[in-house]
């Protein structure tokens, strides 16, 4: 039940054209909801929950087995090869080193591996390269995708980093990586390389120009790539990143980069070849001015569902966010005629929504769960708060489900129902989901200090008892800021737990708090955890 203000277009014509979406409904409308708003406001998940976060990562060997297994888009034309104009301006030094020479001999040992790597990098390596390019930065930065994930965007390591350059949740937040309901952009293909290369270019900056350490931080994290630099400047002996003393992950982790550059400087004096990846765009970004639903977007384009989201990986859900970014990215060869079929359809149509008319006894809260949706995101798509609620009055809901896209995509976002029981508190139930006060509050649009009535419904994030991926510190995190994330203790943790949690050490966790050589805790004690010390982006 919308008011007419928000409308985009003569309510009769985007009727029309919503009914003839409205297989899905449960009643046929017998008189159209006011049109769509121009957008549609976003349902928020709170601040992004931080995973628990490991410094030590899944393998990409591991992580390539898993890759989506979709047969690139033939290119009508031939273009140059891009991975040679990565070839022309690699500049990190080629080193010789006994780690680099067994990493080399792994990937000789497994041909096969770089060739269906390099096969799905296709979709995104001229766009990196691009990027690396455009900011100055060493070409060897593109290839590091294949050492995090294998080039496979829903890559998702047992250290909780996710996407080509697997973030871990903290280190994405410090980045602007938004998670919500309906997103995770730690799997965007835009949104995570920008957010990659400016890390990137910060720890370069950090290590004094020393790209071997800036490379080493990113997987390792910047405090413990720093306290091994300190340990063997104390010690009188070198510091660069050959020389550290450091986990066996990371001592591999610069050289198998340095061995690809290798590989890729000269594939023939080592006996491999790489399949070329066009050096023109593979995909193009279309704005779409609102919402859109994944499965029509695939129609329009002529590809498959699964092809348009491995261009689309942050997506959760079959719809967008309806609070943005608006874009899709399809394929390049098919995006003219994807655009203009775009063009042609209204708002309601693109977001694929239909109508429901009210009947007798119906409220916001059945509807919801008719459609699989929280309470909210019917108000986003009606302009508001749907109270009052008469039968008659007609409501716009997704004409198909939102259900997730993919098993476990956006799982730990979830959202789900609460009744609120006598004596419970925004406190108690924020507690019970994993979530702060105020995410719990501004999920549902009322006040921290608002005062719950029995039967009350809130919308909550996660499972009962175990909410989102790492919940047992969400309740008590807030976004990093300036490499710090702030824990506030539960009844049972323990030192060396939130230490194993956070990739850092008790020591360091005691130096941080100023508690000298106590492992003591109490509930509510607030801790400061440096995010950079221990938890790097993944690996």
Request: aromatic share 8%; glycine share 10%.
């Amino acid at each position: 039940m919308i008011d007419a203000r928000f409308g985009i277009l003569a309510p009769l014509a985007l009727a029309v054209a919503a009914l003839s979406l409205a297989g899905c409904a449960s009643q046929s409308a017998t008189s159209a909801p006011a049109p769509l708003p121009e957008q549609v406001a976003s349902t928020q998940a709170g601040d992004p929950i931080a995973d628990d976060g490991d410094s030590a990562g899944t393998s990409p060997e591991e992580l390539e087995a898993e890759a989506p297994q979709v047969e690139p888009l033939a290119s009508a034309v031939a273009y140059g090869d891009v991975v040679v104009r990565i070839r022309n301006n690699l500049v990190l030094p080629q080193v010789s080193h006994p780690r680099v020479d067994r990493e080399i001999e792994w990937l000789q040992r497994n041909p096969d591996y770089l060739a269906r790597v390099f096969g799905r990098a296709q979709r995104y390596l001229h766009y990196v390269a691009n990027e690396v390019e455009a900011k100055g930065l060493p070409a060897d930065l593109a290839l590091l995708p294949v050492v995090e994930s294998a080039f496979n965007p829903f890559a998702y390591s047992r250290a909780h980093a996710s996407g080509l350059w697997q973030f871990i949740a903290p280190t994405g937040e410090l980045y602007r990586l938004r998670r919500n309901y309906w997103k995770d952009e730690r799997r965007d293909v835009l949104e995570s390389t920008r957010a990659a290369l400016e890390y990137l270019t910060a720890l370069r900056e950090r290590f004094d120009g020393d790209w071997f350490l800036a490379i080493a931080a990113y997987n390792y994290g910047t405090g413990n790539v720093q306290r091994a630099v300190n340990r063997n400047r104390a010690l009188g002996r070198r510091t660069d990143f050959f020389s550290l003393s450091l986990p066996a992950e990371t001592r591999a982790y610069v050289p198998k980069l340095i061995a690809l550059a290798k590989m890729v400087s000269e594939p023939d004096r080592y006996g491999f070849y790489l399949p070329p990846v066009p050096d023109a765009p593979y995909f193009r970004v279309v704005p779409t001015e609102g919402p859109v639903d994944l499965r029509l977007m695939a129609e329009l384009a002529g590809v498959d569902p699964e092809e348009l989201h491995a261009l689309n990986p942050g997506w959760n859900r079959w719809m967008t966010d309806p609070d943005g970014p608006h874009r899709v990215l399809v394929p390049e060869v098919v995006a003219d005629g994807f655009t203009a079929k775009l063009a042609a359809l209204d708002g309601s149509a693109r977001a694929r929504l239909a109508v429901h008319t009210v009947v007798p006894g119906e409220s916001l809260a059945s509807i919801a769960g008719y459609y699989k949706v929280p309470e909210t995101v019917i108000d986003r798509m009606n302009g508001g708060p749907q109270t009052g609620l008469r039968p008659g009055d007609a409501l716009w809901v997704p004409a198909g489900d939102v259900s997730q896209l993919h098993a476990g995509l956006g799982s730990d976002l979830e959202r789900r129902l609460h009744r609120v029981k006598s004596g419970e508190s925004l406190w108690s139930i924020s507690r019970r989901y994993g979530m702060t006060v105020a995410q719990l509050a501004r999920m549902n649009h009322i006040s921290t200090k608002a005062v719950l009535q029995p039967g009350q419904r809130l919308q909550v994030a996660g499972s009962g008892g175990s909410g989102a991926s790492g919940s047992e510190a969400a309740e008590a995190r807030t976004a990093a800021v300036d490499g710090k994330v702030n824990y506030k203790v539960r009844r049972g943790d323990t030192l060396s737990g939130i230490a194993r949690r956070y990739a850092v050490t008790v020591r360091e966790l005691q130096s941080w708090n100023n508690m000298g050589g106590s492992t003591a805790l109490r509930a509510g004690q607030s801790l400061t955890i440096h995010v950079g010390g221990g938890t790097g982006v993944g690996g």
